[in-house]
Every structure is written in C-alpha cells, then in structure tokens.
C-alpha cells in the first residue's frame, strides 16, 4: 500500500474517533507524513541535480558544436578571400608578364611568389575545413547524445517533481471529500444505479479536470517548476533527424570512428 493511501486511510479513521484515540492516530499520521514528505524532498533535490548536470552537459555540447561552425564560416570567408586576391594577383600577373614580354623583372618575380602563395593559402584553408567538417559531425553526435540524456532528465525530473506534489495532495485529501462520497455512494446503491462507484470516479474526474484548464502556473512563484519548464527543452541547433535515428547516428559513429584509424596511420 502506498504511504499517501496509508495516511489518508488514517487520517479518515482518526476523523472518525474522539478523545485518546484520535489524538494518538493524528500523531502517527504526522509522524508518517513528515517522513514520507522528507523522502520526496530528497527525491526531488536528486532528480533536480541530475537534470542540471544534464543541462549543463548539453549546454557544453552545444557551445563546442557552435564554435566549431563560426570556425567553419570564418574559414570559408577567408578562403574565398584568398582565391579571388590569387586570380586578382594572376591576373596583374600575367598582363604584366605579357606588357615586358617575358621579362622576368624582381616585381614580377614577386608578384608570381605573391599569387602562387595565396592560392597554397586556400588550399590549406579547404584542408582545414574538411578537418573542421569531420570535428562538426563529431560533435552533432555528442550533442544529440547529451541531448536525449538533457530531455530524459527533464522528462524524469517533471515525473518525480509531479508525483511528490500528487503524493502530498493525496495525502491530504479532506475527510469531508470522503464523507460525501461514502453518502453519495450509499444513495446510488440504494437507488440502484449501475456501477456507482465509477459514476462517482468519473463525476470527480469531470470536477478537477474542468477546473484544472482554468489553472494557471505563476512561474515567479515556482522554484521548482520555473527551473525545469513545463514543456520539454528545446534541442536548437541539434540535427533532429540524426538526433531521432539510432541508425545514422550508429553509421555516423563507424564513419568517424574510420577517419580516425586513417589519420592515426
């Protein structure tokens, strides 16, 4: 039996006692109730610690991943660069080149050394981006990785967060709420109603959830809640088709995991 269902069924029966009696039941259902209240606050606190590490993990994944691709952009700028200073410096080269009919003077020399460089220049950028690239895909792994941990954690942390908050409200459940439904039972039977404990159950249903889409999560007064969100965290910058395929990301992995052996020797 549940530890919220035991209190509740004891602080139903200590309602129902006066005197010593009543009084001794109301001591053991406290003493139960702080305990049970203890342990979903040492819960929460874990399951909270897990989700920041995961987020924090995630964040770092994810500020490696953009590095890596203002890297890329950077280089692919400077590498057109370099290619359109080269065919410039080709150009002036060889209409100078042609004007001193062959002529090879100390500023066409260097002028040839000037345009042969920033072409090499490019080629070496076009070798760091291919570098670059493989780093990228490496790290779209790691982030979806941390990301699926990330969205598990929050997942798990709203489960348990939610189910203290649950436990203790069924804890508390009024002796007055049990009252009217034992009464409430009691006049279906006698009126020979079908199945009237599930006319009650979907009467209660029908009262908290009508009045659950009129409630409204103050965020400025949720410690717990405002930290984990109620939706869960967006994976921005993530490729949600790698992160969704256990597939491409296992051929991504022996892809890279290729790569490596080959540039090791």
């Known amino acids: 039996m549940k530890t919220e269902l035991m209190t509740s069924i004891m602080k139903t029966i200590g309602s129902t006692q006066t005197g010593a009696s009543r009084a001794v039941i109301e ?19 874990r399951a909270l610690k897990a989700f920041t590490e995961a987020k924090a993990a995630h964040t770092g994944s994810m500020i490696k991943l953009n590095d890596i691709g203002a890297a890329i952009t950077r280089s692919e700028k400077e590498r057109q660069n370099a290619l359109e200073e080269s065919a410039a410096a080709e150009k002036s080269w ?6 001193l009919g062959g002529a090879m003077t100390p500023e066409l020399k260097a002028g040839h050394s000037r345009h042969i460089a920033g072409r090499e220049l490019a080629e070496e950028f076009t070798g760091l981006i291919a570098e670059l690239e493989t780093d990228k895909s490496r790290a779209m792994l790691e982030a ?8 598990t954690e929050h997942a798990r ?3 348990v967060c939610a189910q203290a908050e649950w436990a203790e409200a069924m804890r508390d459940i009024s002796p007055a709420l049990v009252r009217a439904f ?49 939706h869960r965290p967006p994976l921005t910058g993530v490729d949600m088709a790698l992160y969704k395929s256990p597939l491409k990301r296992s051929q ?7 790569k490596r052996k080959q540039a090791e020797g």
Do not use: W
């Open 27 to 45: 001591g053991a259902v406290n003493t139960v109730h702080k305990k049970a209240a203890e342990d979903n606050a040492a819960a929460v606190n």
């Open 94 to 99: 060889r209409e100078r080149f042609r004007s």
């Open 144 to 151: 979806c990785t941390t990301g699926k941990t990330y969205v």
């Open 157 to 159: 942390a709203f489960g």
């Open 182 to 230: 034992c009464l409430r039972l009691r006049a279906l039977e006698l009126n020979g109603a079908p199945r009237p404990a599930d006319i009650l159950a979907e009467e209660l249903h029908m009262h908290v959830a009508v009045q659950a889409q009129f409630y409204n999560f103050d965020m400025d007064n949720e410690p717990v809640f405002s930290q984990l969100g109620m």
């Open 252 to 258: 991504l992995a022996t892809q890279l995991a290729d």
